[in-house]
């Protein structure tokens, strides 16, 4: 009973704290990144001056950012300064964006869609189930009763028509 215990706690454990990787906060590092860029070096250490750049670069009327992007300049919008703290000591933008995702764990959430345009449907075979529902669900489809792989598969290989590309 006590092995059973000791194991069932250090296993929910395990999922209180798992690491945030970088393919987690893949639209979240582009930001920071591009935000980076577009700075001059010295200011790069300048927190008032990180904050004016984000909102720069997430001002929709001068910057054409896409969707993904937009959403993670809103959760970005209110912690500007949690933001900045971090990326004024030069912190690489995966840790920077792992720190903030403590704050508010929605913006390791915003990912990138798969890219469906060139995959021949031998490719579908090969993916993980939860990538063909993101497919699905990029594509406003429902997969009802879909229990095996297969039937996935075979969905996503039926709306492939439906292809929703880079915007929407």
């Excluded at 706690?9 to 704290?17: D, H, P, R, V």
């Excluded at 939860?130 to 039937?151: P, T």
Aim: glycine share 4%; charged share 35%.
């Amino acid at each position: 009973m006590k092995f059973s215990a000791l194991t069932l706690l250090a296993y929910s454990a395990g999922f209180l704290f798992t690491t945030v990787t970088a393919g987690d906060c893949e639209v979240c590092i582009k930001v920071i990144e591009d935000v980076r860029a577009s700075m001059e070096k010295s200011d790069r250490t300048k927190k008032d001056k990180i904050e004016t750049a984000l909102g720069a670069y997430c001002d929709t009327d001068k910057n054409k950012i896409g969707p993904r992007e937009r959403k993670i300049c809103y959760y970005i919008d209110p912690i500007k300064r949690d933001v900045s703290q971090p990326f004024s000591t030069g912190m690489p933008a995966d840790r920077v964006c792992k720190r903030i995702n403590k704050s508010n764990p929605e913006i390791c959430s915003v990912k990138f869609p798969v890219k469906t345009a060139n995959l021949e449907p031998k490719d579908f075979s090969k993916m993980r189930v939860k990538q063909l529902k993101s497919i699905l669900a990029d594509r406003g489809v429902e997969c009802k009763n879909c229990l095996e792989k297969s039937e996935f598969v075979k969905r996503v290989e039926e709306t492939m028509h439906l292809d929703v590309g880079e915007e929407f």
